[in-house]
């Protein structure tokens, strides 16, 4: 009998993988990882395969890439595959744990394009990682039209409550710009508000 | 060549569409519905297949069941694999959309055993639902051990705001008990923020 409901699959874009360096490459520096992040957000732009939005975890002290993520919603049908989704899901998925934070290295950083929105930010606590990293920020997207919906304004508190440092505006200029070029590229902004 | 980043699948557990009745099924009340998704928590518990939370998607005026949900975190080493992201998921992957506002139709409605933490709250907007119906509160999930992290104090506001109807307390009391069964039985607390 075939299955009433089949399995959600998040699949990386066609183009993806073969953007990146070898697996053992170092991404010394926090601008170079958001370098690696602002640029396959550029190529999701390009590609046509989702929203202006790209992420990463890395891990914090050696620097290697454990897994990248972009946006996918719409290609996906998925509402919930935002770019650090994607990375976060990616990076459990390739370490077979719920949890990066338990794997005794030095820990795990996510590095994204935006400052995450309400349901990323939510997802960040219960990810495991002990970094985060934003270029621009949330109302730059909030400026060409998404809802990045109802964040504590306390949110960098609250993670590093939790303890999960923060770093806003790395790049922002750069990052900002990503979102502008897709804005003028005619990309779709999508929000679950239409009406009915 | 093989590729390095595998797809993320989320995939219901193996049990779990036996117990559904016919496709056509009328969930005539919100008892009725909140019924099924407290069943399928249970059921959750019973087969030791993920977290004490279930969650579905409803059409909001026919009442037939679009999706279930349950938590599936663990198993699918997915820390985004909460009951209603798969709910959501679920859903959206049946209808081929990302956005279940956008069907023409009397709109979709979220019931769910638990009222979402911060992630799936901020998850709401994005799916397009226009009803959520929650049990137990956020509280009675913190009491058995879990953090479900930073919401906004004024949440069912900024949902209306939205226009999405918001519900609380439906069944609180069956709800709750689920989650101190779970915890009685010795099921697994997990957070993301195992020390290093």
Same mark, same amino acid.
């Given at each position: 009998?075939?299955?009433? @409901?089949?399995? /959600? ?17 170092? @991404? ?12 396959? !957000?550029? *190529?999701?732009? +390009?590609?046509?395969?989702? &929203? ?47 949890? *990066?934070?338990? $794997?005794?290295?030095? &820990? ?5 394009? /935006? ?7 939510? !997802? ?26 109802? +964040? ?5 508190? %609250?993670?590093?409550?939790? &303890?999960?440092?923060? %770093? ?9 710009? /990503? $979102? ?17």
């Amino acid at each position: 009998m075939n299955p009433r @409901f089949s399995a /959600v699959t998040l699949q990386l874009p066609h183009w993806l993988e073969s953007e990146l360096p070898a697996a053992d490459h170092i @991404f010394a520096t926090p601008e170079d990882r958001m370098g690696l992040v602002l640029r396959l !957000a550029s *190529l999701n732009i +390009k590609h046509q395969t989702g &929203g202006p939005f790209s992420a990463a975890v890395f891990d914090l002290e050696s620097g290697t890439l454990i897994a990248p993520g972009v946006n996918i919603v719409v290609a996906s049908h998925a509402s919930i595959a935002h770019a650090e989704m994607v990375a976060v899901s990616m990076a459990q998925r390739s370490l077979l744990t719920h949890d *990066l934070g338990s $794997l005794g290295n030095s &820990g795990t950083q996510l590095v994204t394009s /935006v400052a995450p929105c309400a349901m990323c930010l939510g !997802a960040v606590p219960w990810s495991g990682v002990r970094s985060l990293i934003c270029g621009a920020r949330e109302e730059d997207a909030n400026a060409i039209g998404f809802d990045e919906g109802s +964040k504590p304004t306390d949110w960098v508190a %609250q993670l590093e409550t939790r &303890g999960i440092t923060v %770093q806003n505006d790395l790049m922002r200029d750069a990052a900002a710009n /990503v $979102l502008k070029t897709y804005k003028e590229s005619g990309g779709a902004i999508y929000n679950g508000r239409s009406p009915n």
